[in-house]
């Protein structure tokens, strides 16, 4: 058995994908600044993927798609940038607890430039209050930053909500959508926002490549000078290869979105009825509702979520304990215990995270063999009665 359950972190390319990005790994290998017919041949396939991007999130015109060379780096542009390009208007921004460490790590370099920041604490759900973000604003706030899907527990945030908000008070507002592309339905307009990020590799496309929405007449600071390309916005020699994947890989999983959706979420639901009603004492981290279709993470009280992951890898199974980002460094998620979720209880926690690959008879067998794995490890923990 070989059964992937960790789609959040990454997920496998597509065929259809390579197929579509391998021309301009050979043969169409010009640059996207030259103008032979080489150069304009790399240059129609990037435009061609600029206005795909640009269908797919509602975006009014093609230009306002910014390529990156991932979703962390469309974060730091937009937070990065957007502070930097507002400093003489404000220096205070808002953004929530449970961000992924792109945008944390961000505004923690912002601070020792001398930007405030605000963190707003989610719910005990793991969303963030729309009325704790209104809460947070000050006259000098100039960003609000809040993702629309958790990484970790898969919670959708109330993004048209906060994005409402933003608009009456004349804030600039970034969402984080790396999670939420292709997973729900949404457009820039429905969710209000005036940045959002993309990253190819959550949506079978390749690794190392991402995109930033930015609204017409945003005006950002570049983190990387050089040339003219992405509109002055981000300067290098486009990764055409990638950018038709991530166009490709966006196009596809966007095609598939409610067929995919559907079947992810019964296998999901399926997976969560089964474990809570097999093991004792386990809980649901995360929105029960307002989730997206794929995510379940849970806790395993008296249980280190690290020996349950190596225990499940054993059997062929491949899940996380947390973000890929933070699982590694021994410390407990500091989405879980923004949560309010016990230090020790986030300790046991486990994602499961699906994708169009997963086939129901491998929900049966995740069922048939994680029950006994807890009970083993539980009646060897001292914690447990
Ligand atoms: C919510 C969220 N934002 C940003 C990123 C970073 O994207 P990338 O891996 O393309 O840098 C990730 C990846 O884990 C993510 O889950």
Not at 202 to 231: S, W
Not at 278 to 301: A, V
Request: aromatic share 4%; proline share 6%; glycine share 10%.
């Amino acid at each position: 058995m070989n059964i992937y359950l960790d789609n959040n972190a990454t997920t496998p390319l597509a065929p259809e994908v390579l197929d579509a990005m391998l021309p301009y790994l050979k043969g169409k290998f010009g640059n996207p600044s030259s103008i032979h017919s080489a150069g304009r041949e790399a240059k129609k396939a990037l435009e061609e993927s600029r206005e795909t991007i640009a269908g797919i999130v509602g975006a009014a015109s093609p230009e306002s798609i910014c390529f990156t060379g991932s979703g962390s780096e469309a974060d730091n542009l937009a937070i990065q940038g957007a502070a930097r390009a507002l400093r003489h208007k404000g220096n205070h921004i808002v953004t929530s607890a449970v961000e992924h460490p792109a945008v944390l790590n961000a505004c923690g370099a912002l601070e020792k430039e001398g930007f405030h920041v605000t963190y707003v604490k989610p719910d005990r759900t793991g969303m963030v209050p729309a009325e704790a973000v209104a809460e947070a604003l000050r006259d000098d706030t100039i960003l609000i930053s809040v993702m629309h899907a958790n990484n970790e527990t898969g919670t959708i945030n109330p993004v048209p909500e906060i994005g409402k908000i933003a608009k009456e008070r004349n804030i600039l507002f970034h969402t984080d959508a790396v999670q939420s592309l292709c997973k729900v339905p949404f457009t820039v307009d429905e969710l209000g926002v005036d940045l959002l990020s993309l990253s190819a590799h959550k949506v079978h496309g390749p690794k190392g490549v991402g995109a930033l929405y930015i609204r017409e007449g945003v005006l950002l600071k570049p983190l990387i000078y050089g040339g003219h390309q992405e509109g002055s916005r981000r300067a290098g020699t486009e990764n055409v290869a990638g950018i038709v994947g991530l166009a490709t890989a966006a196009r596809l999983s966007w095609e598939g979105l409610e067929k995919e959706t559907g079947r992810m979420r019964a296998m999901r639901d399926k997976l969560e009825r089964g474990l809570l009603e097999k093991i004792p004492q386990i809980q649901l981290n995360g929105h029960p509702t307002m989730r997206l279709p794929n995510t379940l993470n849970l806790s395993f009280p008296f249980v280190e979520s690290e020996s349950l992951l190596l225990e499940l890898d054993l059997k062929g199974v491949a899940v996380s304990s947390g973000s890929a980002c933070t699982s590694g460094t021994g410390e407990p998620s500091h989405v879980l215990l923004a949560m309010g979720i016990p230090h020790e209880v986030c300790r046991g926690a486990l994602r499961f995270s699906l994708g169009r690959e997963n086939r129901p008879e491998e929900i049966d067998y995740v069922l048939s063999v994680l029950p006994e794995i807890v009970e083993r490890i539980r009646a060897m923990s001292p914690l447990s009665a």
